[in-house]
């Protein structure tokens, strides 16, 4: 008897034995690092497509349009998020919406290594804390994970 026939046998149904699964930490599970609306098998053969909840995209850092966080102190911005190759050589990842009075005008300051409004002047960490009084409420941050040349921002 398999993993899966336990669990059917005392009683689970198949969404509880991809629950089970899934926080069991298998691999499976995850999604690919390089599709966003990639498909999820788990470990019985079942395909699933995960719910899409907030914001999940991949940057292939080979492409030119991208080539700005090849070199530490290059940001760019994709979809309302400012992404940064800090001058500490990680990548961080916020809202382009300023928390102070929302305007979309965050941007990378790498002379500072910081994140800046330039509406009024807020100041944000890479960790999107504030720094000033107008960015005392913080920034969003988003998880970002690098596979081989794939930087993928996700929340
Ligand atoms: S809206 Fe960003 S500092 Fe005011």
Do not use: W
Request: glycine share 10%.
């Amino acid at each position: 008897m398999n993993r899966k026939d336990f669990l059917k046998q005392i009683g689970f149904s198949g969404a509880a034995i991809f629950a089970t699964y899934c926080t069991g930490g298998l691999a499976a599970c995850s999604s690919s690092a390089n599709n966003q609306n990639s498909v999820v098998s788990t470990p019985d053969g079942a395909v699933v497509t995960p719910v899409k909840n907030g914001t999940d995209f991949t940057l292939d850092l080979g492409a030119a349009e991208n080539v700005a966080l090849t070199k530490q102190g290059g940001f760019l911005v994709r979809n309302g998020v400012v992404i940064a190759f800090t001058t500490q050589g990680t990548y961080a990842a916020v809202t382009q919406i300023c928390s102070h009075e929302g305007r979309a005008q965050v941007i990378y300051q790498s002379s500072q290594n910081n994140f800046y409004c330039s509406a009024h002047g807020a100041l944000f960490d890479t960790k999107g804390i504030g720094l000033n009084k107008d960015g005392k409420n913080g920034l969003k941050v988003y998880n970002t994970t690098l596979t081989n040349n794939l930087l993928r921002i996700y929340s």
